[in-house]
T-cell receptor
Framework: DQQVKQNSPSLSVQEGRISILNCDYT??????FLWYKKYPAEGPTFLIS?????DKNEDGRFTVFLNKSAKHLSLHIVPSQPGDSAVYFC??????????FGTGTSLTVIP | NAGVTQTPKFQVLKTGQSMTLQCAQD?????MSWYRQDPGMGLRLIHY???????DQGEVPNGYNVSRSTTEDFPLRLLSAAPSQTSVYFC???????????FGDGTRLSIL
């Protein structure tokens, strides 16, 4: 059973607007969450992370929000740029040795 | 700085054949892992290693073997390839298990 879920397979946003990518998880033991970005024919690259002791982490145009009670995290990209067009994966771990990934959301930023 | 290098990039096998997917990293990372990516399934962990000589199973280990004789290398072996193992395979590494991982560019494997 999928412990990390990304229910939106795709998202299209106009350049300059905000992109919001969502992720839900079921395991309450998860305490560290990450977002990766993936271009075609390349491996995923780390984007931003958040620990369960925080509810927000910001890095430039990227902000991740964590709502532990809802078991939900989101990635905000502001402003969105055409180069942000990629597949975004969220991932989670419970301080063990395994990461669990979502199925990915394909973001298209329209110029 | 090569990072994580995977070879080959593409491979076609026949059912029942065996092969080894190679993974090497030059960052002196202790933690290495193998994932497979299938449509609609995201990345699923096959095997991982927390250091030389130590390996363990992930979510989907059946049909695969690994070994970790050096810090740098973490090969993944398919013992008897099956069509269900057609996938894109990614190797990743990090300094510690709970750190963001660096990924290779993947091996696209087709089994006929």
């Amino acid at each position: 059973d999928q412990q990390v879920k990304q229910n939106s397979p795709s998202l299209s946003v106009q350049e300059g607007r905000i992109s919001i990518l969502n992720c839900d998880y079921t395991n309450s033991m998860f305490d560290y969450f990450l977002w990766y970005k993936k271009y075609p024919a390349e491996g995923p690259t780390f984007l931003i992370s958040i620990s369960s002791i925080k509810d927000k982490n910001e890095d430039g145009r990227f902000t991740v929000f964590l709502n532990k009670s809802a078991k939900h995290l989101s990635l905000h990209i502001v402003p969105s740029q055409p180069g942000d067009s990629a597949v975004y994966f969220c991932a989670a771990t419970d301080a063990g040795n395994q990461f669990y990934f979502g199925t990915g959301t394909s973001l298209t930023v329209i110029p | 700085n090569a990072g994580v290098t995977q070879t080959p990039k593409f491979q076609v096998l026949k059912t029942g054949q065996s092969m080894t997917l190679q993974c090497a990293q030059d960052m002196n990372h202790e933690y290495m892992s193998w994932y497979r990516q299938d449509p609609g399934m995201g990345l699923r962990l096959i095997h991982y290693s927390v250091g030389a000589g130590i390996t363990d199973q992930g979510e989907v280990p059946n049909g695969y073997n690994v070994s970790r004789s050096t810090t740098e290398d973490f090969p993944l072996r398919l013992l008897s390839a099956a069509p269900s193992q057609t996938s894109v395979y990614f190797c990743a590494s990090s300094g510690q298990p709970n750190q963001p991982q660096h990924f290779g560019d993947g091996t696209r494997l087709s089994i006929l």
